[in-house]
């Protein structure tokens, strides 16, 4: 069973979803940098371990990381996923973890990259829309993509009910996506 830490900075929906759906994995860890963020809340009752760390409290990116790495050895994690980690892996992260740093993101990447890509994919008019996971490198959601699903919006919905529809695929996929990666990992 592979040892899994989860990034994140929000709600924490996919968090649950992951340490719910673990069959190949299981989550060990929860780094949150927002003190005030839900997802602390949620680890708490599935008595999920939590370094909640502030950048703020830290000199340089590399000071911050190399905090983070310490306690994920301490909790000798192999792989991590991000979900909804609102900040970029730096140098010390994506070298302790190569090529076992994914990601999930709320459009069909290659188009809408960065933050805010609801508002982009409602402002640019599009029809269809989606969900990518992919590894993490040093861009900001430009990585290997791993998987995508792909869901259908129309002009009359709203922010919240395609943030909605997003998050039921995200919720099923992340930790399919996940499980078959760590299962392979181990042959
Ligand atoms: C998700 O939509 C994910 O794709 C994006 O951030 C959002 C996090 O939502 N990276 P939650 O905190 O898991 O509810």
Redesign the pocket.
């Known amino acids: 069973m592979k040892r899994l830490a989860v990034f994140?900075s929000?709600?924490?929906?996919?968090?649950q979803a992951i340490v719910e759906n673990a069959v190949n994995y299981q989550v060990v860890l929860l780094v949150c940098d927002k003190i005030d963020a839900f997802?602390i809340k949620r680890a708490h009752e599935l008595a999920i371990p939590t370094l909640i760390i502030n950048p703020k409290d830290y000199q340089s990116k590399v000071q911050y990381e190399e905090v983070i790495l310490n306690s994920l050895k301490e909790h000798q994690v192999e792989f991590i996923a991000l979900?909804?980690y609102m900040r970029l892996i730096g140098s010390v992260l994506l070298t302790a973890f190569k090529d076992k740093i994914i990601n999930?993101?709320?459009s069909l990447l290659p188009a809408f990259k960065g933050k805010n890509a609801i508002e982009q994919v409602i402002n640019a008019g599009v029809l269809e829309t989606g969900?990518t996971i992919h590894f993490v490198d040093s861009g900001i959601d430009t990585g290997e993509i791993i998987a995508q699903d792909i869901i259908k919006i129309n002009e009359k919905m709203s922010k919240n009910e395609i943030e909605e529809k997003?998050?039921l695929v995200?919720h099923r996929l992340y930790p399919k996506i996940l499980n078959q990666l760590l299962e392979e990992d181990l042959k």
Not at 10 to 15: E, H, K, L, V
């Open positions: 994140a929000g709600s924490g929906s996919n968090f997802v979900a909804g999930i993101h709320p969900v997003i998050h995200e």
